[in-house]
Nanobody, 122 residues
Framework: QVQLVESGGGVVQSGGSLRLSCAASGSNFAINLMGWYRQSPGQERELVATLTHRGTTTYQDSVQGRFTISRGNAKNIWYLQMSSLQPEDTAVYYC????????????????WGQGTQVTVSS
């Protein structure tokens, strides 16, 4: 089993920056894909950014150029650096992890963080 712990949310003014962190812990897991999602009240959870184990990144169009997903020196930690934040970025942000998939005997497994609130005031 893998646990994800997020940190770094908070309240920031429009135009400001925040960095979210996600730390994965557990035993015997191989990271395949790291990601960040967000969910605003009344909205479905949406993908924000992903980072593969090989280092390939993808971003939602609305955050491209403003947000950066990266992996820490400790390979079980990843970040979402958010800059030029706007009120429409206000949401609960969730980190997401996909493990396994490298060998047949180890299929994909999926994990979620507990969520951290990001509020951008205008």
């Amino acid at each position: 089993q893998v646990q994800l712990v997020e940190s770094g949310g908070g309240v920031v003014q429009s135009g400001g920056s925040l960095r979210l962190s996600c730390a994965a812990s557990g035993s015997n897991f191989a990271i395949n894909l790291m990601g960040w999602y967000r969910q605003s009240p009344g909205q479905e959870r949406e993908l924000v950014a992903t980072l593969t184990h090989r280092g390939t990144t993808t971003y939602q169009d609305s955050v491209q150029g403003r947000f950066t997903i990266s992996r820490g020196n400790a390979k079980n930690i990843w970040y979402l650096q958010m800059s030029s934040l706007q009120p429409e970025d206000t949401a609960v942000y969730y980190c997401h992890l996909r493990t396994g998939g490298f060998i047949i005997e180890s299929p994909y497994k999926y994990y979620w963080g507990q969520g951290t609130q990001v509020t951008v005031s205008s």
